[in-house]
């Protein structure tokens, strides 16, 4: 029953070729994130949409986009990977933004490597 | 600009054991206080929200707490099985931009 799918479990790309993760929810959820997590650090947001509305994290390199073609899928591309982009690629969501009793629902993570 | 520090960075405990998980936070303007669980290699389960206007939340074996005014939370964990083995990550809300700002987390050994 999972409710926020992230595909694929783990992913391997070459350095410099491009690279599309993928995120689906079916919590009809209005924000959803994209966050970097390297070994043994902190989840670091790289950016969220509200809806269409797409924010970036003013230290996302621009290396990272994003897409969101509707709702329930949202994607991270990143253009040209560099062996500091090896990670696991959290994607989240959640109801509304900033509230008292907003709950963020996380996905099962992307783990890319960059050969 | 928030710092959640947590302390301490591993943790082994024989099973059984009452422990007790400490974060700390730098902007105490704050919308929410999330506790987190991690297994190796996956993603993020919630485990209890207290909301600003809160002290305490309790889900089984876990109570959570929060004091705003001295930048603390604790997470407490009963009668510890060695299934609680995970990293326990705490997360705050601050701002107006829905921004979850993490611990680096505590990892924790619960051990026969």
């Known amino acids: 029953d999972a409710m926020v799918i992230q595909n694929p479990r783990y992913q391997v790309t070459q350095f410099g070729k491009p690279v599309t993760l993928s995120c689906s929810q079916t919590?009809?959820?209005?924000?959803m994130y994209w966050y970097q997590q390297k070994s043994s650090q902190a989840p670091k947001l790289l950016f969220h949409?509200?809806?269409?509305?797409?924010?970036n994290e003013a230290d996302t390199p621009d290396n990272f986009q994003s897409r969101r073609p509707n709702t329930s899928f949202c994607f991270l591309d990143i253009r040209s990977p560099g062996l500091g982009d090896a990670a696991m690629y959290l994607c989240?969501?959640?109801?509304?933004?900033?509230?008292?009793?907003?709950?963020?629902?996380f996905g099962s993570g992307t783990q890319l490597s960059v050969l | 600009k928030q710092e959640v520090t947590q302390i301490p960075a591993a943790l082994s405990v024989p099973e059984g054991e009452n422990l007790v998980l400490n974060c700390s936070f730098t902007?105490?303007?704050?919308?929410?206080l999330q506790w987190f669980r991690q297994d190796p290699g996956k993603g993020l389960t919630s485990l209890l929200l207290?909301?600003?206007?809160?002290r305490e939340q309790t889900s089984g074996r876990l109570n959570a707490s929060l004091d705003k005014s001295s930048g603390r939370s604790t997470l407490y964990i009963a009668a510890s099985q060695p299934g609680d083995s995970a990293t326990y990550l705490c997360?705050?809300?601050?701002?107006?931009?829905?921004?979850?700002?993490f611990g680096t987390g505590t990892r924790l050994q619960v051990t026969l």
């Open positions: 989240a969501t959640s109801r509304e933004r900033a509230a008292a009793n907003e709950k963020l629902f």
């Open positions: 919590l009809n959820h209005n924000v």
């Open positions: 949409y509200y809806d269409k509305d797409f924010n």
């Open positions: 902007d105490s303007a704050i919308y929410n």
């Open positions: 207290i909301q600003s206007s809160q």
């Open positions: 997360a705050l809300v601050t701002g107006t931009a829905s921004k979850l700002t």
